[in-house]
């Protein structure tokens, strides 16, 4: 079984509409991570989580939001869906145990598309 | 100007090929660097860190140069399986000495390996 699952893996909504994308992860990791990836742009940062009561925001944190329920479960949230918001998304996590293990694991990844 | 660029490329060479890639960082607090592969329509996944002394992983060696702030892969004698997407990847430090643990991605350089 994969160590991180993200849910849907593809999604078609409309404008307006409010979609939730799910991530869990067994690696047992106190960090995670959600990213978008565009063409030409690479990964961006949208949150980060360094535990269950730490939510911060990346540098492209507008028009989401997030919810860590448990040290597995970290979702997120389009609350009014646009369409430039149509890309791949990506979950994360990483066990940070010192300088220089910033290895980040990523799930498979979600395909919004907001019509 | 971005905070890590790397040549989108696409770079296309034959199979048995050497081929390099460059990327550089805008911001000189960076600690820790990485390569990660990306196939097409899956996720990232680490290929190997980038060490101040440099490093090699079989056909693959990576070089780290703090004073002009780039880092390069190079690949020896490419295979078909070679193709794919590298990601150059940064993580910035505080004033502790402890990574955040936020990667930042360049955009990515294709690579095509062809027979």
């Known amino acids: 079984d994969a160590d991180v699952t993200q849910t849907p893996r593809n999604r078609i909504t409309k404008t307006g509409k409010r979609i939730m994308l799910e991530c869990s992860q067994t690696k047992g990791h106190d960090r995670m991570y959600w990213y978008r990836q565009d063409p030409g742009l690479g990964l961006r940062l949208i949150y980060y989580?360094?535990?269950?009561?730490?939510?911060n925001k990346g540098e492209i944190s507008d028009g989401y939001s997030v919810s860590r329920q448990a040290q597995a479960k970290f979702s997120l949230s389009l609350e009014s869906a646009i369409p430039n918001q149509t890309a791949l998304y990506f979950c994360a996590t990483s066990d940070n145990t010192g300088v220089g293990t910033d290895t980040q694991y990523f799930g498979p990844g979600t395909r919004l598309t907001v019509l | 100007r971005k905070e890590v660029e790397q040549d989108p490329g696409p770079f296309n060479v034959p199979e048995g090929a050497t081929v390099a890639f460059n990327c550089t960082y805008s911001?000189?607090?960076?600690?820790?660097f990485f390569w990660y592969r990306q196939d097409c329509r899956k996720e990232p996944k680490l290929l190997m860190s980038v060490y101040s002394s440099g490093n090699e992983d079989g056909r693959f060696t990576a070089q780290l140069n703090r004073a002009s702030q780039y880092i390069s892969l190079l690949i020896r004698d490419s295979k078909l399986s070679d193709s794919a997407t590298y990601l150059c990847?940064?993580?910035?430090?505080?004033?502790?000495?402890?990574?955040?643990?936020?990667?930042?991605f360049g955009q990515g350089t294709i690579l095509t390996v062809h027979p």
């Open positions: 989580s360094f535990d269950v009561k730490d939510i």
């Open positions: 990847v940064v993580t910035h430090g505080n004033a502790g000495g402890t990574s955040y643990g936020k990667l930042t």
């Open positions: 911001n000189s607090a960076s600690q820790s």
